[in-house]
């Protein structure tokens, strides 16, 4: 007696097919389950065994062997249990082949024979549509993640039992028919957005510009200043600014925190709002970029399309600093292992704060907290973050401590903020609608050509510049596309000479070396 089953798992952030045999043969009662199992789904026989039990059906008292193909592909986590209980069922004659006849199956058993959700059930769903499946199963917790793609009839199970004796049939998914697929009901919540304002930081005037620009563009950015200047509080609102995820951009979202298991609870929408992940420093590079034995995404890809904040920068490893490296640079982690290499999507906007120097008061204008930090204990401290990866930072921004006098109220809103970035984002919009990406920090090779000529006054700026500082080729890069944002903030199709000054200082130059 044999069925066959399709279930799937995740692989990376994608979803991949995975063949569920069954055979039931005479001979000792006994169950194996062959294809790389891992411990996970090993143990999985005791649960369809309960469950199958405890719903009242026959577990066979036979030699039953259950093949997970491909053979050759590792198999983790308990979302095959539903797809080899069919197979068992199907086998025994105890369900009709019918039922599940170019369906997939995806559910955890409880004992009793409960479905229980399963993280990445979007990713799966989305290769099951790809591969032309009519119709997937999956648990009742899972039904509004599963309708977000559309295209493919989704059913939803509570329990394995009731769904055997209603002979597979999609009754159980009629109370979630109003479940729209990518109704988008996940939002921008608009009182908490409302808690983190702008107007909420005094003075920075500069640091808020920043702010803006790095908005505009989705560039990376380093506030550097003593404790309680603000800098946390202005890389905190970079959120506030940004506009919400399109339909493409959520679904990528949504996808990685379903495999992730982060979407805690049913949604009847994609993610909206932009990720912000804000790691302690006491993270490990796995950790931040992502990794194990068998990969699993890090900081850096839940951050993807929104923001990546690391408090006090040089409190992070070096080991994890410079993993950073290669996401910031090709917007993507490559992973590999032994059974091959897995890559997650990691484009994100780096918000990073840092004091001067281990106690933070180095070269405070006030004498209130005179720094007490040697010379070589400063140097030390910077040497923390190497200069590959301060390259990699297009607006590296000091934040000084306040005075009295400079603590006024108002200031601009997050709301006033938005409706100014409205401009840059429309021209960035038009200009890339062709051209596969959507902001100007993406821009690289030709387009950086096309799309960032210069002036000629704003041409000789750079270059003698470049010449004087000793400029890497990267820098030089990174300085054209923050002056092509400078441009679309200012509403100019040319880069002029004022808005590559702008960008110039925003690089930490040596300001004697300006000066000269």
């Excluded at 002979?167 to 109003?178: L, S």
């Excluded at 992973?335 to 281990?358: D, E, H």
Aim: charged letters at 25%; one cysteine or more.
């Amino acid at each position: 007696m044999y069925a066959r089953m399709l279930s799937a798992s995740v692989a990376g952030v994608e979803g991949r097919l995975i063949e569920v045999e069954v055979h039931i043969s005479s001979g000792l009662p006994q169950v194996h389950v062959v294809g790389l199992p891992d411990p996970a789904v090993r143990e999985s026989v005791d649960r369809v065994r309960s469950a199958i039990q405890n719903g009242g059906m026959k577990f066979p008292l036979d030699r039953i062997t259950v093949n997970l193909a491909p053979a050759d592909l590792r198999k983790e986590g308990s979302a095959f249990d539903l797809a080899i209980a069919a197979g068992i069922l199907c086998a025994s004659g105890q369900l009709a082949a019918d039922a599940v006849r170019d369906a997939l199956l995806i559910g955890e058993l409880s004992l009793s024979g409960e479905v229980k959700a399963v993280p990445g059930v979007l990713a799966m769903v989305e290769r099951a549509r790809a591969a032309g499946l009519s119709r997937v199963y999956v648990p009742q917790a899972s039904v509004s993640e599963a309708r977000l793609l559309g295209g493919v009839e989704v059913v939803g199970l509570s329990s394995l039992s009731r769904w055997v004796r209603e002979g597979g049939a999609g009754v159980e998914a009629e109370g979630e028919a109003q479940a729209s697929a990518g109704s988008g009901i996940d939002s921008i919540d608009e009182e908490a957005a409302g808690q983190l304002d702008l107007a909420d930081v005094v003075g920075q005037s500069q640091g808020k510009r920043a702010l803006l620009i790095a908005a505009a563009g989705m560039h990376n950015l380093l506030f550097v200043g003593p404790p309680g200047t603000g800098k946390t509080m202005l890389c905190r609102r970079l959120p506030s600014l940004l506009p919400q995820l399109g339909d493409e951009e959520a679904l990528e979202v949504t996808k990685i925190y379903s495999v992730s298991g982060k979407l805690n609870g049913p949604r009847s929408g994609l993610l909206r709002r932009r990720p912000f992940r804000a790691p302690h420093h006491t993270i490990s590079g796995a950790g931040l970029i992502g990794g194990g034995s068998v990969p699993k995404p890090g900081e850096v890809t839940l951050a993807h399309h929104g923001v990546l904040f690391l408090d006090e920068l040089p409190e992070f490893s070096r080991t994890a600093l410079e993993s950073l490296r290669q996401p910031l640079e090709d917007r993507h982690v490559t992973i590999g292992r032994a059974r091959g290499v897995t890559r997650f999507p990691a484009s994100f906007v780096l918000a990073a704060s840092m004091n001067p120097c281990p106690c933070g008061y180095w070269g405070s204008e006030t004498n209130e907290r005179p720094c007490l930090c040697s010379a070589a204990a400063v140097a030390r401290y910077r040497s923390r973050m190497s200069g590959p990866l301060t390259d990699r930072i297009d607006l590296q921004v000091e934040v000084p401590r306040q005075t009295a006098r400079l603590r006024e109220p108002g200031g601009m809103t997050s709301a006033e903020a938005r409706e100014r970035l409205a401009v840059a984002y429309a021209r960035q919009r038009e200009r890339y609608r062709r051209a596969g990406i959507r902001w100007n920090s993406e821009l690289s090779g030709r387009l950086l050509a096309a799309h960032a000529a210069l002036a000629p006054e704003a041409e000789a700026l750079l270059s003698g510049v470049y010449a004087q500082l000793g400029l890497s080729f990267r820098a030089h890069d990174r300085i054209l596309k923050l002056s092509r944002t400078i441009a679309d903030l200012a509403d100019r199709e040319r880069i002029e000479a004022e808005h590559v000054a702008e960008a110039i200082q925003y690089r930490c130059l040596d300001k004697t070396a300006l000066a000269n």
